[in-house]
């Protein structure tokens, strides 16, 4: 019988508290079963760790489990480390706090990675995404059913519903000069680049918790920064000028103001879905 595909689940933490225990629980309640969860920590003292270890802090973790205790420079440092530890097929991050949508989210992923093998798709060269669930405003964030250089610009999925391939992971490592946007630097060189196949799933793959680094107030112009530099280095002035076009005509902030809104958001997402869908 041949080997079925192998995902890696990577979380990287540095004292997560309770959350670790959330995000791994969700990873081991996963029913498709040739899954490993890679946890990277930067030197934890809060304890989290121990119910991984066995109440040992060098240990390697459970059978599922692998914990990889090393000192990093962030996050995206960490994610670097963690790939080369990992052994799976395909590589999905899931951050401290965030969950998996369900039970069932890896065997169906596997599930298209299948149809895609079986269709002479290189695997190497292969990223599948979904939806995601938004905790904060208790919305499904749709993704964009195709992947284009406009998707690339204004809006790619949600990093912790994308499974990368492991190769394309460990050909470019997330680029350490980008403190709040490596892994869209990281996906638009997938795409731009690499030359890899983007596939909608079409079911919600992640529910994210919020709030995290990039997203706080004084990180904003930092973040604004980094998508000109990024979108620079991947598309040529005549692209970028019609995509800013398109968001101005098309009343970009006003849309990404109704997104965030507690009181909209449900309602523009699901119009947004419905548009997706056709």
């Given amino acids: 019988m041949e080997d079925r595909l192998k995902i890696s689940v990577i979380t990287v933490c540095l004292n997560p508290g309770e959350k670790l225990a959330l995000t791994l629980d969700s990873i081991l309640n996963q029913k498709y079963p040739d899954v490993e969860v890679i946890v990277k920590d930067g030197g934890s003292t809060d304890g989290s760790l121990e119910r991984w270890t066995g109440g040992n802090i060098s240990g390697t973790g459970t059978e599922k489990v692998k914990v990889y205790v090393e000192k990093d420079g962030g996050i995206y440092d960490a994610m670097n480390q963690a790939v080369f530890h990992a052994t799976g097929d395909f590589l999905l991050f899931l951050n401290c706090g965030d969950t998996f949508a369900d039970e069932e989210v890896l065997g169906r992923t596997v599930k298209v990675l299948e149809e895609e ?52 992971c460990r050909e470019k490592p997330y680029d350490l000069h980008y403190k709040i946007r490596a892994d869209y630097d990281h996906f638009l060189w997938c795409y731009y680049r690499a030359g890899a196949k983007m596939r909608y799933m079409g079911f919600a793959v992640s529910s994210y918790e919020g709030g995290g680094f990039s997203e706080n107030k004084k990180n904003k112009e930092l973040d604004k920064e ?31 103001a109704l997104a965030e809104n507690r009181m909209f958001s449900g309602i523009y997402h699901l119009v947004k879905r419905k548009f997706y869908k056709g």
């Fill in 226 to 256: 980094e998508h000109r530099q990024i979108t620079r280095n991947y598309m040529g002035k005549g692209e970028l000028f019609r995509y800013r076009l398109i968001m101005f005509c098309t009343l970009a902030p006003l849309r990404s």
């Fill in 117 to 168: 093998k079986g269709t002479g798709t290189d695997l190497n060269r292969l990223v599948v995404y979904g939806d995601t669930c938004g905790e904060k405003n208790g919305v499904v964030i749709a993704s964009s059913p195709e992947i284009t250089g406009f998707t690339c610009y204004r809006n790619i999925p949600c990093h912790q519903s994308c499974f990368y391939s492991a190769a394309l």
